[in-house]
Every structure is written in C-alpha cells, then in structure tokens.
C-alpha cells in the first residue's frame, strides 16, 4: 500500500502545474458536492424513519384508548396493506398467549419485558410474509400486556433509493461540472504563468533580456498575486538588460581603451627589438615609453578589475575613521601633486566619527577624487577638502578650482570611460571616478558631482553614520 501511494505521489508530482491545479480544485469541488449528497441522503432518510416512526406512535396510542377492554390477541392482519397498520397483544406471561393462534409478529424476551414494564418502548425493522415493516412496542396502560405496532415501509424504502439515486445524479453531475470548472480556473489563473514560462524560455534560448510580459491594463488595485509576479518579473528583466548592457558597454570601451596602448607597446617593443640600429637616446626613449604604457596599461587593467567588483568582501569591513583617512590621502595627494596646494579642514564633530568600511578601498576613494581635483587645478591653485557631520552623516566635499564642470557634462562624469571634451588631452582612462562611486555606493554613501560657486568643481561625498543594512559594505 505505501508502495502505490508513493506512485501515485510521484505520478501526481510529475504532472505540469496547470493539471495538478485543475486536479486539486476538481477534486475539492467534487468532495464538497459528494459530502452534500451525502449528508442530504442521511438527513432524508432519517427524517422519512422519523415520520414512519412518528405514524406508529401515534396508531400505538389511539389503539391503546380503544383496546382497553381487549384480551391477549394474536393479530388482527398479517401485513398484507401497506396502509393498514398490523396489530396485536402480547401479555407478559407466555401462558396466556391466545390459543389456536400464532403470532403474526415476532415475540422477543424484549416483548415480554415491555409488557411486564422492565423494558422500555423500542422500535424494530423486520419483515412480515415477505414485505419490510417498521414494528413498535410500547407497554398498554395498567396491564402486563405489550402492544405491538407494524407498519408497512416499502413506501419508506422505495423513497430513500428514489432519493439516493437521484442524489446520487446530482452529485455525478456535480463532479462533472467540478472537472470543468478545475480546468477553466487552471487555465485562467495560471495564463499569466503560462506567459511568464513561456517568456523565461524564449529569453534562455535567445538569450536576450529585453523580453518582457504583457500586464493587463488596469488600476493598480486590482493587481493579483500572478500579476504582481509578473510585473516583478519584467523590473528582474529591466535590471539584467541594463546590466548586460553595462557589461557589453564596459567590454566594448575597454577593448577600445586597450587597443591603443597595446598597438603602442607592439611598436615599441618591436622598435627594441632592434635596439642594434638605434642610437642610445632613441633606445632611452623607446625603453622609457614602453615602461610608461606598461604602468598605464596595468594601471588600467586593475581598474577594471576593481570595477568588474560591485561588493566589499566582509572579512576586510572594520570600524574606520574617516578623519584619518582623508588626512593620510591628503598628505600622499601633496607627495603626488607637489605643484597642487591641498588643504583640509575637519569639524571637530566629524574628528572622531567611525563607519564600518574596508581602509584600503575607502582611501581608493579619497585619491580618485583628489588625482581628479588635481589634474584640473591651474598651477599653484588650492584643491579644498572639507569634512563635517550633517543630519546624522559624515559630509566629505572636494572643490577644485579649474574649469568646472560642463552642464552637459555633469550626468556623466561618473560613466566608465567618459572623458569631457575639456580631459581629453589628460592622462587618465576615465575610470577614477567611476570606481570611486561604485566605492560609495558599496559602502552605503552616495557621490556627486556640481558646479562650485565661482568656478571649478565640487564633488560631495555623503556617508551615514549609521548604513541600513541592506547597503553596506557587502
């Protein structure tokens, strides 16, 4: 038995979901509509016994007012009229049993001790020359006499297989109509599904995102679960196009950014590879621009490996203070930019606040943003850093006081490999600043970029003492 009911366990679990759900609201219908049934044909029945019973009680009672003066009788019909009710008297000694006559009715030692009164009223199914009869036994009145009542429940019986057949009826058609109804709601219910398989599929086969799910029009409020799913679904898609269109984009501009200093590092290491027809000076300089392209192609190589990163592993988090942090980036920003004058002013508020953060990458941060102050700062111009707590988040500001920012420029100054019309002639790939947000926004603060007041640019650096947790450093 466990056997088959594995099976039919496996047989079910192996069914596509549109049929198990139309076999479960079928045989859910078709349960209720059986258990109506079924409970209406009990009701039935037992109210038509009620009624017979009913009848028999009341003939019991109207015969005993009239055989007050009656001896012991052995039975005035033998149950041949379904309307007539078969009666006689059973006393409680045998002996006074009428003679020359049997019983037409059967007499039980029960019989005899409702006539002697030790027994109380009952009622009893039995059959009499061959017809079914429902019998009551009820004590007559101030004597040792038992009255016995039949009656016949051929009526009773026929009724109740009447009623079971056409319960029965309705019940089938009941299941039928279960079927039908488990298959429309299967069918209707998990259309959307149906579309969301279907569009799963055709996007792992093409493998292209930008698949989406028809949503029914319509207010918002009348959405269901299968519609939210579905709107869920096609947000899910939205958020893989754009990122594989961001990976295809960062693929396609660094085989671009490449591409030169590698054509470049060809050509020099060609060039010295025939160092015996050159002179010393022009070896020097093939020698010293191949190093130079070597370190900017390294250099480029590890930015985008820390771009290709979007979290900060948890071991390296710890309890960072941002004070000293950018105190060190700007003594190492002096060490670099020796012609640049970096200053730095930290509010007393902001000198001992501490974040959770990985050092090594929020100094990353710090020196992205000072190398890009610096390389447009005029010479001898001051990049200013400032650090202060509003409304419960630290508040880092770099302003340098170059050319600025172009208006049309500003949404994109934070796009890999961007470079304004103004940085083109600058060294540089264009991924400093795109890293130092991503740092950011890994850590739960947000970066951006606007125009100084009296020139130059300004960028904000905005981290919350306390991150959420869904933010965070990983």
């Not at 100054?413 to 103004?422: G, I, K, S, T």
Request: glycine share 8%.
């Amino acid at each position: 038995m466990t056997g088959r009911r594995r099976l039919g366990g496996r047989w079910v679990r192996r069914r596509p979901l549109r049929t198990r759900l139309a076999l479960a609201a079928s045989a859910a219908v078709a349960l209720v509509a059986v258990g109506v049934c079924a409970a209406a044909f009990l009701v039935l029945r037992v109210q038509m016994t009620r009624q017979l019973d009913l009848n028999l009680a009341q003939t019991a009672t109207q015969l005993a007012q009239r055989t007050r003066t009656w001896g012991p009788t052995a039975g005035d019909t033998s149950c041949r009229y379904q309307a007539v009710p078969c009666v006689q008297i059973i006393p409680a000694d045998p002996a006074r049993d009428a003679h020359g006559h049997s019983p037409v009715l059967p007499v039980s030692p029960a019989t005899r001790e409702v006539a002697t009164g030790r027994h109380a009223p009952f009622y009893t199914h039995l059959t009499v020359a061959g017809h079914p009869v429902r019998m009551y036994t009820v004590r007559l009145h101030g004597k040792d006499e038992a009255l016995q009542v039949a009656l016949r429940s051929d009526t009773v019986e026929r009724g109740v297989r009447q009623a079971a057949w056409a319960l029965a009826a309705v019940g089938g058609t009941g299941v039928l109509l279960a079927a039908a109804l488990g298959y429309w709601v299967s069918r209707t219910g998990l259309a959307p599904v149906a579309r969301l398989t279907a569009t799963a599929e055709r996007i792992a086969t093409t493998r292209d995102p930008r698949h989406r799910i028809d949503l029914p029009t319509g207010p918002r409020a009348h959405e269901d679960e299968i519609t939210r799913l579905a709107t869920s679904f096609n947000t899910m898609l939205g958020e893989l196009e754009q990122s594989v269109t961001a990976q295809r984009r960062l693929v396609a501009d660094a085989s671009h950014e490449l591409r030169t200093p590698l054509t470049a590092l060809r050509t020099n290491a060609e060039l010295l590879a025939r160092a015996d027809r050159l002179t010393d000076d022009q070896r020097n300089r093939a020698s010293g621009a191949l190093t130079r392209q070597l370190r900017e192609v390294t250099t480029l190589v590890n930015d985008l490996i820390e771009l290709a990163r979007d979290e900060e592993p948890r071991p390296l988090l710890e309890q960072v203070r941002p004070a000293d942090l950018l105190e060190h980036a700007v003594a190492a920003a002096r060490g670099h930019w020796p012609e640049v004058a970096f200053t730095a002013r930290i509010a007393p508020a902001a000198a001992g606040a501490t974040r959770p953060g990985v050092p090594a990458r929020l100094t990353r941060l710090l020196s992205n943003l000072l190398d890009n102050a610096a390389k447009f700062s005029p010479p001898g111009g001051p990049v200013e850093t400032e650090l202060d707590v509003v409304a419960d988040a630290l508040d880092l500001t770099v302003r340098d006081h170059g050319p600025g920012i172009a208006t049309d420029d500003l949404p994109y100054v934070f796009d890999r490999f961007y470079r304004a019309q103004a940085a083109r002639a600058l060294p540089g790939s264009g991924l400093g600043l795109a890293m130092a947000r991503q740092i950011a926004r890994a850590h739960g603060a947000e970066l951006t970029a606007e125009r100084a007041p009296g020139g130059g640019a300004l960028f904000r650096l905005r981290m919350p003492l306390a991150p959420p947790p869904e933010a965070g450093a990983g």
